[in-house]
């Protein structure tokens, strides 16, 4: 907005002097002069143009303004005129001006407050005494003398309070040098973010005091040299020198470090160090010492670029005393693309190796927060994954190489998977048939190899070949596809097979055929109106037996049961195995659709297998499927409001009466930081499941202020807010806890405090438990005592929001003056 000059102002452009200020009766006569000549233009601009008045031009196009721009460009800064107001104005064009009583300078997103205030127009230079305030671009400055050349922002401040707009930080200090308009020292400083209220007897829950504090408002950085961190007046932490953020962006620096006790490792300090090399790059540094083990050092290195991408991390401990040797970690991830004359090309690496089968166990509890290889090495198969794509047009090509780190243990070996040296694939997808036809090729060849030790088979290199044929036919009412497949698959083993062969082929069609309707209606449930479908769906398929029981299995493993996998043609998942089957699916679905959005408020469905003939394939140790109706698979799911949701599955067996397995999951999420959910799982035995479970989940997020009333959903000064938080896994088969993660957080207007409990069971007899606290300074570090409890409730408790997560910048205009 223009600010008008008053009776008692000076407008002071930079390019061309100011006049001295109008006497009250000239300028009374002036404005009355204009009022009597506007008369007649306003007159004129609402009459109504004349029937056969020639059309007007069109109103000129509306064009930006910089003024209402957060940040104004170096550009026009330079043009923007200075205003001065006050009681009395005094001085000299193009000189000087000196305002006296409620004095004020303005320019561009810069304004000067004072009682006493003098302006030199040459040197841009404005002194200024007496109740002092800098309002620049949200931030505020308060003292009691000023010196300062205003575009430049160069001078000093003294007896200053400040507050800083994007973090609410502020402070005091016994003079602020503006060095210029993005850099500041602050000398005898303190900074908080906690909220200051009009209590004499107010005290910050914490603050830093600091001898020198240097402000980098371009790399949003402070820098605090000779300071002290007092929480709830206590003096917590002594610091030389630390960097800390004036804003979300990230920074190079120390980030706060994480201490631990552990029976094994004894005491454990990690300090790691963030480098943000670039925009694109960055990487973390992590020296961590265990008084028991030895010293070691992590690193992860990022990078990002428009056809590339990927991290590289890696952890290595000299003379490891728990295990008398070096031990060392390494992973390699990179994703590209690329655009070629000849088609699109896309690279893919996941590599990840560890020293020691012991690995896994004596590192699993490490976790510093960052995504370094040490958050993926609690599981035992460790990729080494490198793939090559190439497409254009209808084809595309895939060659891959995957190889596997098993990390035994000799009290419960595992079987590894195969390694793919190499894998092979083509494939060929027409666009457009002619007559609505449908049509694909696959050819894969794939040599696999595995320790014959633990597998009990021979290596293999396979080839196959699947290609097939369909023919859509859609309508809006409905749809019915039939489809022809052709499966061809030969077999090289490196040693004989039961009946001495050492090659094995095998080739089979598979016929199907997939129908649905859909019907549609106008319905009314409970006061809300609804678009209510009923689609019923039919699917048959017919594959001939062939005897397949000496073929070995590489990637093979049974479809799980459920409504993804009951309209398919083969009921096992790879390429080792095609059941035979002579089979009909039918099933029903009925939907409750908003019929503004076409959101989906609640959905029931029914499905169930009528076996023709017996299917004699199975997997190794599997007996032949006889049974002429298979279970029945009941579903249902309701999502009535955003806030509440409800998930069923039932797989129940009619002859028996029972229910061979069931999965109930119900949320009730109604706002931020407000979230329960539970589910209830079971399986029993059956020919496909050996070990029956059943176990009950519940997971939630709560404030405990709603206990006691406080509904809010903000802490302030006066009072915090407590959260309870955490998930339970308990078996009812075992009556036991298997998964315990529980905690508790206090939010209050300037600090977050965490201590979380968390017990994960990590194999049938053996678990972890770790016990893990956090305080988050909010605008300055978070110190933690343990692994960081953060990275533990995001990745088990589910729809965990982080306290302030949500946070805007706020805008320069929140705080104009």
Excluded at 110 to 131: F, I, L, P
Excluded at 602 to 620: I, K, N
Excluded at 640 to 665: A, C, E, I, M
Aim: charged share 25%; glycine share 8%; with cysteine.
């Amino acid at each position: 907005m223009d600010r008008l000059p008053l009776p008692h102002a000076l407008h002071v452009p930079t390019h061309r002097p100011f006049a001295a200020p109008l006497p009250p009766r000239r300028l009374l006569a002036r404005l009355a002069a204009l009022m009597l000549c506007g008369v007649p233009l306003a007159v004129l601009a609402q009459a109504q143009p004349a029937a056969d008045a020639v059309p007007t031009e069109p109103a000129p196009a509306l064009r930006s303004s910089p003024r209402l721009q957060e940040v104004l460009p170096y550009g026009i800064r330079q043009q923007l005129p200075v205003f001065v107001r006050g009681d009395r104005v005094t001085g000299q064009p193009d000189i000087q001006a000196t305002i006296e009583g409620n004095a004020e300078l303005r320019r561009g997103d810069t304004v000067v407050h004072a009682d006493r205030m003098q302006y030199d127009v040459a040197d841009d230079r404005a002194r200024a005494s007496g109740n002092v305030l800098i309002n620049r671009a949200g931030n505020r400055y308060e003292g009691s003398q000023l010196d300062l050349r205003v575009e430049a922002f160069t001078g000093f401040f003294s007896d200053a309070r400040y507050r800083f707009l994007e973090t609410a930080a502020h402070g005091e200090a016994s003079r602020v040098d503006f060095l210029d308009r993005d850099r500041s020292v602050v000398h005898n400083a303190t900074y908080t973010t906690c909220e200051r209220t009009d209590e004499a007897s107010w005290q910050p829950d914490w603050i830093l005091r600091a001898e020198r504090i240097h402000l980098d408002r371009v790399e949003d950085v402070g820098t605090a040299e000779n300071g002290v961190l007092e929480f709830k007046g206590v003096p917590v932490l002594p610091i030389p020198r630390i960097t800390f953020p004036l804003s979300d962006r990230r920074k190079s620096g120390l980030l706060p470090p994480t201490l631990g006790l552990d029976s094994v490792s004894g005491f454990e300090y990690a300090q790691p160090y963030y480098w943000n090399i670039a925009p694109n790059r960055d990487a973390t540094i992590t020296p961590t010492v265990m008084t028991r083990r030895g010293v070691a050092l992590g690193t992860e290195f990022r990078y990002l670029e428009p056809r590339y991408s990927g991290e590289l991390t890696a952890d290595y401990m000299p003379n490891d005393r728990l295990r008398d040797r070096d031990r060392w970690a390494y992973g390699i991830k990179h994703r590209a693309t690329f655009d070629t004359p000849a088609g699109g090309v896309g690279l893919g690496i996941d590599i990840k190796r560890v020293s020691d089968d012991n690995y896994w166990r004596d590192f699993s509890q490490r976790n510093s927060g960052r995504s370094g290889v040490n958050d993926q090495l609690t599981q035992r198969l460790l990729p080494g994954d490198a793939t090559l794509n190439w497409a254009r047009g209808e084809h595309s090509l895939l060659l891959r190489t995957l190889k596997w780190q098993t990390l035994q243990d000799v009290n419960a070996p595992i079987i590894p998977p195969y390694d793919r040296m190499p894998q092979l694939r083509w494939e060929y997808r027409p666009l457009q048939l002619a007559g609505g036809l449908d049509a694909s090729v696959e050819a894969d060849y794939t040599s696999f190899h595995a320790d014959r030790a633990y597998t009990g088979q021979p290596n293999a290199k396979r080839s196959y070949t699947m290609a097939q044929v369909s023919r859509p036919f859609l309508a809006p009412a409905g749809f019915i596809t039939p489809r022809v497949q052709l499966h061809s698959t030969h077999y090289e083993f490196d040693a004989p097979l039961a009946n001495g062969q050492r090659t094995a082929s095998r080739t089979l069609p598979t016929f199907s055929l997939d129908s649905g309707l859909v019907f549609e209606r106008d319905a009314r449930y409970f006061g809300r109106d609804f678009l209510q479908t009923l689609e019923p769906r039919a699917f048959y398929t017919y594959t001939p037996y062939r005897d397949q029981r000496l073929l070995p299995i590489y990637d093979t493993a049974v479809n799980d049961f459920n409504f993804a996998s009951i309209y398919t043609e083969n009921a096992f998942g790879g390429q080792d195995r095609l059941a035979d089957n002579n089979l009909l699916t039918l099933g029903v679905t009925t939907r409750l659709l908003d019929p503004d959005t076409g959101a989906e408020a609640a959905r029931f469905g029914v499905a169930q297998r009528v076996r023709f003939s017996d299917q004699e394939v199975t997997m190794p140790g599997g007996s032949p499927v006889n049974e002429r109706l298979s279970d029945v698979l009941l579903g249902a799911g309701i999502n009535w409001t955003p806030q509440w949701g409800f998930d069923s599955t039932v797989q129940y067996n009619p002859k028996t009466g029972r229910s061979l397995r069931t999965t109930v999951g119900a949320r009730y999420s109604p706002g931020n930081y407000r979230t329960v959910s539970a589910a209830y799982r079971m399986q029993k035995v059956t020919g496909l499941i050996t070990e029956p479970s059943e176990q009950i989940d519940v997971g939630w997020q709560w404030p405990l202020n709603d206990l006691w009333g406080d509904r809010g959903d903000k802490p302030s000064s006066a009072g915090g807010r407590w959260y309870s938080v955490g998930r339970l896994n308990y078996s009812l088969q075992d009556r036991k806890l298997v998964d315990t993660v529980v905690g508790l957080e206090y939010e209050s207007c300037c600090w977050i405090g965490r201590v979380v409990l968390e017990r994960l069971q990590r194999s049938v007899t053996s678990s972890n438990t770790r016990l893990m606290f956090q305080i988050e300074f909010i605008g300055f570090s978070r110190l933690s005592l343990g692994s960081n409890p953060l990275s533990s409730l995001k990745q088990n408790v589910p729809r965990y929001q982080f306290l302030r997560e949500s946070v805007s910048t706020p805008s320069r205009f929140t705080q104009y003056d």
